[in-house]
Structures are given as C-alpha cells and as structure tokens.
C-alpha cells in the first residue's frame, strides 16, 4: 500500500511541505534541494539493512551489496577531495565532530573551537554542548571587523595547550584559512580539525581552499553546499590499520582511531540508503557542472551582498567570498527575530543569526543568516539576485504590514514557477 492511502497525514504533510519550498525562497545557507536520483536512493530498501563494522569486516550476514555501496562512497569521497582515507558513517556533522574528540582526546584534555556565537557551532566547544562539557573548552572569536582574530587564535593556543584546535564554522562569510590554523596548531603541537561543513560544496568545485592534506583530520556534513543527503564524512591522510591491532594517539592513525571511535565507540548500525545517497551525491560533485554551479553560488552571493550594501545594510566582514551573508540589523528598525519572521511571511527564509561582538541575546540577535546554495540549485543567477535583493529590502523595511509582505510572497510565487526544485547535473 502506498503512503496516500495508508497514512493520508503524513502524505499530505510531504506534499504540504514540497509545496512550501517550491513557492518559496529557501536562503537557509546550510540548506540545498537534492537531486531525484539522491531521494531515490534515500528511499530505498537499503534502510532495512543492519551491517555493524565495515566493508569486508561485519558482524552481520547478507552484507554483499551494502559493502559495495559504502566502499564506492569512500573512494568517491576520497577522489573528490584527495584524501587517502575517508569514513561515511557518521548519521550527521555532530556525530562526525564526536567521533573526533572521542578519538583524539581525553575526557578533562583541552579543546579550542570559535565561538559559536561569533559563527563557530556547538560541537566546537559551546558550554552546553558534549565538547564543552566533557572536555575543557577554550574559546576565540572574531575581530570587530568580522574576521576570525588570528592573534587571539594564535595567544589561547599558546597559554592553554590544546590537545585539538577546531576550525570552519557555521557563519562565517570569508574563507577559512586551513594553513595558518594548522601553522597555530603545530606550534603547540594541537591536531587540527578543520570542519568544512559549510563550504564542501564550494571545495569540491574549486571555490574555496581545501583543508584535506593540510588539516590533520576533516570533517563535512554532505548536505550542504555539497547537496547531498543528509550525512556526514571524516577523512584523513593514513590508512587504518588491520583490525584489532591496538594503536597509539599519533597523527598516522588518525584514520583507525577514528573508524574505531565511530564502532564501537558511537553508533551502531550505518545507515545504508544514507550511505548510498552520499555515493550519489558524490558522483554528481565530480561532474563539471557541479564546478558551474559551486562558481555561480558565490558569485550569485556576491551580486546579492552587493545589492544589499547598495541598499544600506551593513555585512558581517563588508562582503562575503563563500555562499553566505550575515547582514548587521543593528542600524535599521528591525531586530533578527522580526526580520526572520517578516521574511518567512514573504516566502523567504532565513534564520536570524548573532553578529560577532552581538549586543543582543541569541534568541532574538541583531543578525540574519542567509546564503544562496538552494536558489542556486534552482538555476537562479544575478538578475534573480537582484530581484531577490529588492524582495529582501521590502520586506523589512515593511516587516509590520502583512499585506505588503503577503503581496512580495505572490512575487515569490510568480518568480519561483520558472525555477523547479531538482538540480540541472549536466
Ligand atoms: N545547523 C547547521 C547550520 O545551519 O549551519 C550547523 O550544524
């Protein structure tokens, strides 16, 4: 029996749903619309499938085809961003991060992530979170101009000797250094983490540096810039070392203690449709369209931060060089909240965001988030940016009167039949 009829609510909520980001503007910067072949494959019989260990080395029967699918996810991983070794299980970026720490560090060992309010991320040592709480987490921001303080970066690394320095971000519009954080890094002798969650995407497409050869260990979600599935990858240089034999904490073996730290450390059973949807993905990222595509998400962020300055609204950094923006609310008559809500009314969704340096609290902070990934996916360029601009100005400006931002949704509407969801692949 099919999902309509038997479970009509369910059914009607995906296509309520469906409905909604069609005739919307998706701007969530770490959203994107995958391909039909990566829901295909997310839909498939693969989820029934329980193959605890890895390919070749299974606590369960019948692994046969789930070995070939997580091995071809590995190698495609592995050929796109030129690491030697890569893991595919973790079920998300927070579970990849973990596997991490739980890999290279001790409960009480210090730890050294960006702020997430300065645009860092929870599993980069937020108080509240595992990595703030398990481990000793020390903390650097951003300068007042937006830019990640290297200096400061640079002095806690020294006064407080982390065992793992994180880097990357969930906010931030410029592009990371990987080189000068591993430099910080080996003198005080830290791994690196470089999380590229963000900014995969726009790796895999030549956009922005990759951190794999220069970070000891990486770490990306796979549905981002990246447009895969929901998911994640750990990759490093090293090879895993044949099961059961016991390995030191050391660089060269990052790679088995990491595959370790995921099972039996963490999780259990893969998620094979998961898995196989990544391999999917991958494949689609090698493809020369996808380097068009990563060129044109920036570029169409940058028309966008462009028009957005023109119009008077202050940048987080003055600009953006990746498929972000984090716009300063604070000189306008409208705070983050407001202007999340005032644009979801317009069909346009964003989150509100704090600002480095924010005067106001996280829930309702001066910041929104945006990022062009999604409408990018949807064959949007500059001359939509422009249009999108515009939408943008007039519904904040008009964030009180319904009518007007009810009138910018039809805009929405209108504008959005000549975009469909899927990705153009070739
Ligand atoms: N939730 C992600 C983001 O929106 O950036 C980070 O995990």
Request: hydrophobic letters at 35%.
């Amino acid at each position: 029996m099919k999902l309509q009829q038997q479970d009509p609510q369910i059914y009607d909520l995906i296509k309520k749903e469906i409905t909604r980001q069609k005739e919307g503007l998706e701007m969530i910067p770490s959203e994107n619309h995958t391909s039909e072949a990566v829901l295909e494959a997310l839909g498939s019989r693969l989820t029934d499938k329980y193959s605890e260990g890895y390919p070749g080395m299974r606590y369960y029967g019948g692994c046969e085809n789930v070995d070939v699918v997580e091995n071809l996810a590995r190698d495609r991983a592995k050929e796109l961003f030129g690491a030697s070794w890569a893991n595919v299980q973790a079920h998300s970026g927070c579970p990849a991060n973990q596997a991490v720490y739980f890999a290279l560090c001790d409960p009480g060992d210090t730890v050294m992530g960006l702020k997430l309010f300065h645009g860092g991320h929870m599993t980069h040592g937020l108080k509240l979170n595992f990595s703030g709480t398990i481990y000793h987490s020390v903390q650097y921001g951003c300068r007042e101009d937006g830019f990640i303080d290297l200096d400061e970066m640079r002095s806690l690394a020294h006064e407080h000797k982390p065992k793992l320095i994180v880097t990357g971000g969930s906010a931030y519009p410029q592009i990371y250094e990987w080189a000068k954080y591993k430099e910080i890094a080996d003198e005080v002798g830290a791994y690196l983490l470089a999380d590229m969650s963000h900014v995969a995407g726009l790796v895999a497409g030549g956009m922005h540096p990759n951190p794999v050869g220069i970070a000891d260990v990486v770490t990306t979600t796979t549905h981002k810039t990246l447009r895969g599935p929901r998911g994640a990858i750990i990759m490093a240089n090293g090879n895993p070392s044949t099961p059961l034999t016991k390995v030191e904490r050391s660089k060269e073996n990052i790679p088995t203690l990491v595959d370790r730290a995921i099972i039996p450390g963490l999780q259990g059973g893969p998620h094979n449709h998961q898995t196989a949807a990544i391999a999917v993905a991958l494949k689609e990222a090698r493809q020369p369209a996808f380097k068009n595509y990563a060129k044109q998400i920036v570029v169409n962020a940058k028309t966008l931060a462009e028009e957005l300055l023109s119009k008077g609204y202050q940048l987080v950094t003055g600009g953006t060089e990746t498929h972000l923006l984090l716009i300063n609310l604070g000189n306008k008559d409208i705070t983050g909240k407001q202007g999340e809500k005032a644009l979801g009314l317009a069909g346009i969704t964003v989150n509100k965001n704090t600002i480095p340096h924010d005067p106001r609290k996280p829930f309702d902070p001066s910041g929104i988030r945006l990022g062009t990934p999604a409408l990018t996916t949807r064959g949007m360029k500059e001359a939509e940016m422009r249009v999108v601009a515009n939408m943008i100005d007039r519904a904040l400006t008009n964030h009180g009167d319904e009518n007007a931002l009810t009138r910018i949704h039809d805009e929405v509407k209108e504008m959005t039949k000549n975009f469909p969801l899927s990705p153009k692949l070739a």
